[in-house]
């Protein structure tokens, strides 16, 4: 019996280490990339002559950098590069399902994915120069 009962409490703790190595601690993104989505992030907040859309309502670039701030927070566990930043945070709402659109100066909306992909591959760009 006593044997029995030791096999037993080492399969259990062997499987729950097993499980444990299954799901490791979520990993933060990289300096790089935390630097690359601060950035991004502080660009909107100082975009002002744009206007961002929001499940249909019109935001400032203060309101939309503190939403993308929330946003980041919120994923912060799901979050390892600046891509997985602009498609959890930056893409559409979680409530709706509605995408997030930037309408520029000049009146054109554009996705915000799109614009903010675009700015981030510049900043990527300028990053190996």
């Known amino acids: 019996m006593t044997c029995h009962k030791t096999w037993t409490r080492r399969a259990v703790i062997a499987a729950l280490l097993g499980l444990a190595t299954l799901h490791p601690a979520a990993a933060s993104p990289s300096p790089f990339e935390q630097k690359l989505i601060d950035q991004l ?12 859309i929001r499940n249909g309502s019109e935001y400032s670039a203060h309101d939309a ?5 929330d946003k980041m927070d919120y994923f912060k566990d799901d979050i390892h590069t600046a891509e997985d930043f602009i498609r959890l945070c ?38 190996v120069h």
Do not use: P
């Open 65 to 69: 950098e503190a939403h993308l701030r």
């Open 90 to 127: 930056a893409t559409r709402s979680e409530m709706t399902g509605a995408s997030y659109k930037i309408r520029d100066a000049s009146g054109h909306v554009h996705e915000s994915a799109v614009f903010l992909k675009a700015r981030l591959d510049q900043l990527r760009a300028s990053a």
């Open 41 to 52: 992030i502080r660009e909107v907040g100082e975009m002002r002559d744009v206007v961002f």
